[in-house]
């Protein structure tokens, strides 16, 4: 008596810290396992899959919400293998007990016991896939504590993440776009059943492998839930005999270079802005285009929208895998001598401040400045030209007559600016700004081009959501019009174009940007390590393939803008009477400091006041007191005049 004493202690003491410890585990959070690891995926605007990069293990598998899946689907699901999966706690004792029957009345289980949480931790984790009964054991205590801390919501999304569809195929949004090319949301009847069906077996009961398998599952699993879901017999009739799909197709990859700029954040789905259609006939036209081209000249292009700022297609190379044109860079973001795709910007400023008017008549002759004697691109020179002729012809004379007049520091402050700073470590361009001396990316030489053309809207380029607009602008509407203006023409067939070309130092860089009536195109052609070409030209190489692009995509010539007669032959200078007195801040600019100094030019013999107080002494550096908004008056004679411009530092 006294040992079974010690015995039924030994035993509940036992029991008690299995007990215990069961209970103590189960409060403990459970691991994601494979959770983890998730493919990454680009969609189109439209939805569509333009770039898709698998798992570490190989595996196309994607995160899903409940949202992402046809309702009607979980139903079916749940109707199939788990009826009492919204009432149990992840393991269902009646069906325990119902195979458990079974198995001593037939010597074999004919109905099973997994719950849709056994089977979720299933997959979770990979050790808890053996037949043996200590592992049934563990899934079934892991589905209690699975149950315990996440929803019933949640576990069908991992359930839903991880599912396999037959080969690298995980997960419910991989299974229809793979089976079906289409999201879950809305699925047929047919597709449903064959998505719950394929789980079970997903290499035996692959339709385009094991068709007869596949088409006897599906009609299984339908003949099961019929009666559970109240189906219409004669809808489920049609379904029965309805085939399945015949083959499994994988995505395509487009937009390589965004996939790779997009791979160090941590969000792993990304709905961008590109149309999948134009992203593809782009990377068409640059492959084609640059089988005319000698290594190792390469190609990018990009389409944005106006106002918007939302790319709607991005190539940052052709032929992405060459070694010899050194396809893996992406070009959009390498920085680069931009020609003289700036000098609608220098006109724009001239013309904004008063210094040029819209009909204004240069010179282009001979200059020699300080050492630098620049010439012509055809090493001639015109004489006088008016101001459209010059900007067409892209003559470097007249332009840089501009600049001189605008102050290249200042202009070249400004863009630093309007760019976030991306400027700050490159040395003073100088009058060269006019004529490629500052180095640009193709995304900055765009944003610049928005700001042209949409001045006070997006200047920026975004990739998902529009660019907010801003008050940070570079010219007036005004200005911007009369610069479209003149950058309008007629082509020989009579097409309205608009558009810049550039071409580097040596034809290293070749520029096209076109102006369209809602976006604007980028073409570039150079050579990755800036070494000379002989042939490469804005007009002669870029132009073309921007050109070929806008009719490929259907994309509208810009609309003249209404301009008077009298602003056309009006110069905007300021009159004897009173002239300019501010040259520097501009009106309404922005400036970016890194100290509280900031440059000020403008009319000797002035009385100078910064926010209404006197400024006593030099006035070439005038220390700001507060960040935001300031107004810098200048008095002279009897006239006046104010700016006011916000500063940043």
Same mark, same amino acid.
């Given at each position: 008596?006294?040992?079974?004493?010690?015995?039924?202690?030994?035993?509940?003491?036992?029991?008690?810290?299995?007990?215990?410890?069961?209970?103590? /585990?189960?409060?403990?959070?459970?691991?994601?396992?494979?959770?983890?690891? %998730?493919?990454?995926?680009?969609?189109?605007?439209?939805?569509?899959?333009?770039?898709?990069?698998?798992?570490?293990?190989?595996?196309?598998?994607?995160?899903?919400?409940?949202?992402? %899946?046809?309702?009607?689907?979980?139903?079916?699901?749940?109707?199939?293998?788990?009826?009492?999966?919204?009432?149990?706690?992840?393991?269902?004792?009646?069906?325990?007990?119902?195979?458990?029957?079974?198995?001593?009345?037939?010597?074999?289980?004919?109905?099973?016991?997994?719950?849709?949480?056994?089977?979720?931790?299933?997959?979770?984790?990979?050790?808890?896939?053996?037949?043996?009964?200590?592992?049934?054991?563990?899934?079934?205590?892991?589905?209690?504590?699975?149950?315990?801390?996440?929803?019933?919501?949640?576990?069908?999304?991992? /359930?839903?993440?991880?599912?396999?569809?037959?080969?690298?195929?995980?997960?419910?949004?991989?299974?229809?776009?793979?089976?079906?090319?289409?999201?879950?949301?809305?699925? @047929? !009847? =047919?597709?449903?059943?064959?998505?719950?069906?394929?789980?079970?077996?997903?290499?035996?009961?692959?339709?385009?492998?094991?068709?007869?398998?596949? $088409?006897?599952?599906?009609?299984?699993?339908?003949?099961?839930?019929?009666?559970?879901?109240?189906?219409?017999?004669? @809808?489920?009739?049609?379904?029965?005999?309805?085939?399945?799909?015949?083959?499994?197709?994988?995505?395509?990859?487009?937009?390589?270079?965004?996939?790779?700029?997009?791979?160090?954040?941590?969000?792993?789905?990304?709905?961008?802005?590109?149309?999948?259609?134009?992203?593809?006939?782009?990377?068409?036209?640059?492959?084609?285009?640059?089988?005319?081209?000698?290594?190792?000249?390469?190609?990018?292009?990009?389409?944005?929208?106006?106002?918007?700022? !939302?790319?709607?297609?991005?190539?940052?190379?052709?032929?992405?895998?060459?070694?010899?044109?050194?396809?893996?860079?992406?070009?959009?973001?390498?920085?680069?001598?931009?020609?003289?795709?700036?000098?609608?910007?220098?006109?724009?400023?001239?013309?904004?401040?008063?210094?040029?008017?819209?009909?204004?008549?240069?010179?282009?002759?001979?200059?020699?400045?300080?050492?630098?004697?620049?010439?012509?691109?055809?090493?001639? $020179?015109?004489?006088?030209?008016?101001?459209?002729?010059?900007?067409?012809?892209?003559?470097?004379?007249?332009?840089?007559?501009?600049?001189?007049?605008?102050?290249?520091?200042?202009?070249?402050?400004?863009?630093?600016?309007?760019?976030?700073?991306?400027?700050?470590?490159?040395?003073?361009?100088?009058?060269? !700004?006019?004529?490629?001396?500052?180095?640009?990316?193709?995304?900055? !030489?765009?944003?610049?081009?928005?700001?042209?053309?949409?001045?006070?809207?997006?200047?920026?380029?975004?990739?998902?959501?529009?660019?907010?607009?801003?008050?940070?602008?570079?010219?007036?509407?005004?200005?911007?019009?009369?610069?479209?203006?003149?950058?309008?023409?007629?082509?020989? =067939?009579?097409?309205?174009?608009?558009?810049?070309?550039?071409?580097?130092?040596?034809?290293?860089?070749?520029?096209?940007?076109?102006? /369209?009536?809602?976006?604007?195109?980028?073409?570039?052609?150079? @050579?990755?390590?800036?070494?000379?070409?002989?042939?490469? @030209?804005?007009?002669?190489?870029? $132009? *073309?393939?921007?050109?070929?692009?806008?009719?490929?995509?259907?994309?509208?010539?810009?609309?003249?803008?209404?301009?008077?007669?009298? =602003?056309?032959?009006?110069?905007?200078?300021?009159?004897?009477?009173? *002239?300019?007195?501010?040259?520097?801040?501009?009106?309404?600019?922005?400036?970016?400091?890194?100290?509280?100094?900031?440059?000020?030019?403008?009319?000797?013999?002035?009385?100078?006041?910064?926010?209404?107080?006197?400024?006593?002494?030099?006035?070439?550096?005038?220390?700001?007191?507060?960040?935001?908004?300031?107004?810098?008056?200048?008095?002279?004679?009897?006239?006046?005049?104010?700016?006011? $411009?916000?500063?940043?530092?």
């Amino acid at each position: 008596m006294r040992a079974l004493k010690w015995i039924c202690v030994a035993v509940t003491v036992s029991l008690t810290t299995i007990l215990g410890g069961l209970t103590w /585990y189960i409060s403990q959070p459970p691991e994601i396992g494979r959770l983890k690891d %998730v493919s990454r995926v680009l969609r189109s605007s439209e939805g569509q899959i333009l770039n898709l990069s698998l798992t570490k293990n190989g595996y196309w598998r994607e995160p899903v919400t409940l949202s992402d %899946v046809d309702p009607k689907l979980i139903d079916l699901l749940v109707a199939y293998e788990d009826q009492r999966f919204w009432e149990h706690k992840g393991v269902d004792l009646k069906a325990i007990a119902r195979a458990s029957g079974d198995l001593l009345k037939f010597g074999k289980i004919t109905s099973g016991a997994s719950t849709l949480t056994m089977q979720t931790v299933r997959l979770l984790d990979n050790r808890l896939r053996e037949r043996t009964v200590a592992v049934k054991i563990r899934q079934m205590v892991e589905a209690i504590r699975l149950d315990a801390h996440w929803t019933k919501e949640e576990i069908l999304e991992a /359930y839903f993440t991880l599912a396999p569809y037959g080969g690298n195929i995980e997960g419910i949004k991989a299974a229809t776009e793979a089976w079906f090319q289409k999201s879950p949301t809305n699925l @047929t !009847l =047919n597709e449903m059943a064959m998505l719950v069906a394929l789980p079970q077996s997903p290499e035996r009961r692959r339709p385009d492998r094991f068709p007869k398998e596949a $088409f006897k599952a599906k009609q299984i699993v339908l003949t099961k839930v019929a009666p559970r879901l109240n189906l219409d017999a004669s @809808t489920v009739g049609e379904v029965l005999r309805e085939p399945l799909p015949a083959r499994l197709l994988r995505p395509s990859s487009h937009a390589l270079h965004l996939a790779q700029r997009l791979s160090n954040h941590k969000q792993t789905s990304y709905q961008t802005s590109l149309h999948k259609n134009w992203q593809h006939q782009i990377e068409n036209i640059l492959s084609s285009e640059i089988k005319s081209h000698r290594e190792p000249i390469q190609a990018a292009a990009t389409v944005v929208e106006r106002k918007t700022g !939302l790319v709607r297609a991005y190539v940052g190379s052709a032929e992405y895998g060459s070694e010899t044109r050194k396809g893996a860079i992406n070009y959009l973001t390498a920085l680069r001598s931009p020609g003289s795709t700036l000098k609608p910007l220098i006109y724009a400023k001239a013309l904004n401040r008063g210094l040029i008017a819209y009909d204004h008549i240069f010179d282009d002759t001979a200059l020699f400045k300080s050492g630098y004697r620049p010439t012509n691109f055809n090493n001639s $020179f015109s004489g006088k030209i008016g101001l459209k002729e010059a900007l067409l012809a892209s003559l470097n004379i007249p332009a840089i007559r501009a600049i001189e007049q605008v102050g290249p520091d200042l202009l070249q402050s400004e863009l630093d600016t309007y760019l976030d700073g991306a400027l700050n470590s490159q040395k003073d361009a100088g009058l060269s !700004l006019a004529v490629g001396g500052l180095y640009l990316t193709p995304e900055q !030489l765009i944003s610049i081009y928005m700001g042209i053309m949409d001045p006070g809207y997006a200047k920026t380029i975004s990739f998902e959501a529009p660019a907010p607009s801003t008050q940070m602008t570079l010219i007036s509407k005004s200005a911007s019009d009369q610069i479209l203006s003149l950058l309008i023409q007629e082509m020989s =067939n009579g097409e309205r174009v608009a558009f810049k070309t550039g071409t580097s130092y040596a034809r290293q860089d070749a520029w096209s940007i076109q102006i /369209y009536d809602r976006h604007i195109v980028l073409v570039w052609l150079g @050579t990755p390590d800036n070494e000379s070409t002989s042939h490469l @030209t804005g007009a002669g190489s870029a $132009f *073309p393939v921007s050109l070929a692009i806008g009719r490929s995509l259907g994309l509208r010539a810009p609309h003249a803008p209404q301009l008077s007669l009298a =602003n056309k032959a009006k110069s905007l200078r300021p009159t004897a009477a009173c *002239p300019n007195l501010i040259d520097y801040p501009q009106d309404q600019t922005w400036i970016k400091s890194s100290t509280q100094h900031i440059k000020v030019i403008g009319a000797s013999g002035s009385q100078w006041f910064l926010n209404g107080q006197k400024i006593e002494g030099d006035i070439s550096q005038v220390k700001i007191l507060e960040p935001g908004i300031n107004k810098l008056s200048a008095l002279r004679s009897n006239c006046s005049q104010t700016h006011e $411009f916000f500063v940043h530092f």
